[in-house]
């Protein structure tokens, strides 16, 4: 089951690089997922998300992630997984800029057996 989890984390970043922000974070979300972002500002539910993402010039950012640890539930259907990130985006002067950062994902399996963040 763990390995579920850590393939799904790599699905996700990867389809970041193929797809773009926006659709990754729209794809992998729970109907009713929610995102912490600046300010501590909720964003509730997988459309909302992709239209916060898509508001957000992200053409010329890359962000990558990979799980330090990850743990399943007794039941099988929720997990939680936490790592290092690291955005890395072009700033108005050109110079390539890094933001690095720890994440927190909550993720729960899906009926059709997926997972999916509920929580991120």
């Known amino acids: 089951m763990i390995n579920d989890i850590f393939e799904a984390e790599r ?3 990867e389809m970041t690089e193929q ?16 995102i912490k972002r600046e300010n501590d500002t909720l964003i509730v539910g997988k459309e909302n998300i992709k ?6 010039d992200l053409k010329n950012v890359k962000v990558k992630w990979k799980p330090d640890f990850i743990d399943i ?23 390539v800029k890094k933001v690095e950062g720890v994440f927190h994902t909550v993720w729960r399996k899906q009926k059709d057996g997926s997972w999916k963040y509920v929580w991120d």
């Open 51 to 56: 239209s916060y993402y898509q508001k957000k």
């Open 73 to 95: 539930s007794q039941s099988g259907d929720m997990a939680y997984t936490y790592g290092k990130y690291v955005w890395e985006f072009t700033n108005t002067e050109g110079n």
């Open 11 to 13: 699905q996700f970043q």
């Open 19 to 34: 797809k773009g922000i926006a659709e990754a974070f729209h794809f992998f979300a729970d109907e009713n997922a929610v």
